[in-house]
């Protein structure tokens, strides 16, 4: 009995993932938030982003990579801004933000997509 259920598992679920997607967060350092709001701000802006996601790769990333993910910083507000027309616009990957008073992006979260388009993205930003 327990050798047919395992072989119709693997027949339908497969033991490795044939491709990995990620959630990738930014944080904008001159933003200065302390470290309440700032989990308060990342949690909400995960979960925003994860909202937007599609169907596949929001099932993908929850079953196999769901601790897949990346904290990033950026220097500057611009930078944020660049990184979330380049996303949404020019690649078409869910993303979300937080502004700050002066209608700064503060932090922006990207994914869940596929790890190698996200990693296209933000190879020019540092491990927080």
């Not at 339908?12 to 350092?29: A, E, G, K, L, M």
């Not at 990346?70 to 220097?75: I, K, P, T």
Request: charge should be negative; proline fraction near 2%; include cysteine.
């Amino acid at each position: 009995m327990f050798e047919k259920l395992k072989n119709f598992h693997n027949k339908f679920v497969p033991s490795t993932c044939n491709h990995q997607c990620r959630q990738v967060i930014v944080y904008c350092t001159q933003s200065y938030l302390s470290h309440e709001d700032y989990v308060d701000k990342i949690d909400h802006v995960a979960k925003a982003s994860i909202n937007k996601a599609n169907e596949m790769d929001y099932d993908i990333w929850c079953c196999y990579c769901y601790q897949d993910t990346v904290l990033l910083m950026c220097n500057d507000f611009s930078e944020m801004d660049e990184l979330y027309e380049k996303a949404v616009y020019g690649v078409g990957v869910p993303a979300s933000f937080i502004c700050n008073k002066n209608n700064n992006m503060i932090m922006m979260a990207i994914g869940p997509a596929k790890a190698q388009i996200i990693d296209n993205l933000v190879k020019n930003f540092d491990y927080f």
